[in-house]
Nanobody, 121 residues
């Protein structure tokens, strides 16, 4: 079993910054990708940012230039630095990790519990 613990959400004014963190624990042989998704009320969950084991990153067009994803492979953590926040960024943010528990094993996906980010004046 692998669990994710997220932290860092909250209320911020437009133009402000927040940093989300996610830590994975459990039986982990290797982690492939780590990412952040978000879901606003009445909308589908969407990818915000993702980072591969090798460090390659990808971002939703709406957050490029404002958000930065980073990971610490030694600590199995991933962070999302969010700057210049807009009201449209308001959503529940979920951490997602694709991992293997053993060599040559199948890949598994696990989600965090979600953390609320509210951007409002």
């Amino acid at each position: 079993q692998v669990q994710l613990v997220e932290s860092g959400g909250g209320l911020v004014q437009p133009g402000g910054s927040l940093r989300l963190s996610c830590a994975a624990s459990g039986i982990i042989f290797s982690i492939n990708s780590m990412g952040w998704y978000r879901q606003a009320p009445g909308k589908q969950r969407e990818l915000v940012a993702i980072v591969t084991k090798g460090g390659s990153t990808d971002y939703a067009d709406s957050v490029k230039g404002r958000f930065t994803i980073s990971r610490d492979n030694a600590k199995n953590t991933v962070s999302l630095q969010m700057n210049s926040l807009k009201t449209d960024d308001t959503a529940v943010y979920y951490c997602n990790v694709i991992y293997m528990s053993m060599p040559l094993g199948r890949a598994n996906a696990v989600w965090g519990q979600g953390t609320q980010v509210t951007v409002s004046s």
